[in-house]
């Protein structure tokens, strides 16, 4: 039931209906995905507190929907490799960047670590 009812709410958070009444949509990830990566690449332009906030953005996701059995990573799983899983999605579908945020971390997290099923 639980699990039905995360499903549910994550569905209707990825859904375009939701657009006017979120804090973020997509748009809003390209920037600080863009300096993510140039931090990484230890560039001295990079924006490293837009940075940040990509990475707390995508780790905050993760942890609220891990908690629904949404995703199912293993105690190995680092927050390098949740923010370069979203990044990778998010440039891989940028005609989906005026869709909530949420749904677009959650998909790509949920596709990246499945959960068994029950």
């Known amino acids: 039931m639980k699990r039905l009812l995360a499903g549910v709410c994550l569905a209707l958070l990825a859904t375009n209906s939701w657009a006017t009444g979120v804090f973020y949509v997509g748009n809003d990830l390209v ?31 993760y942890d609220s929907i891990s908690s629904f059995d949404l995703v199912c990573g293993t105690t190995q799983v680092t927050t390098a490799q949740v923010t370069a899983i979203v990044a990778k999605f998010l440039k891989q579908n940028p005609e989906r960047w005026n869709e909530p945020a949420v749904g ?8 990246a670590f499945p959960c068994p099923a029950k």
């Open 31 to 61: 920037k600080p995905m863009r300096e993510w990566e140039a931090a990484n690449e230890k560039s001295a332009a990079a924006d490293y507190s837009s940075a940040a906030r990509f990475t707390g953005y995508v780790t905050g996701v």
């Open 104 to 111: 677009l971390v959650a998909e790509a997290l949920a596709k």
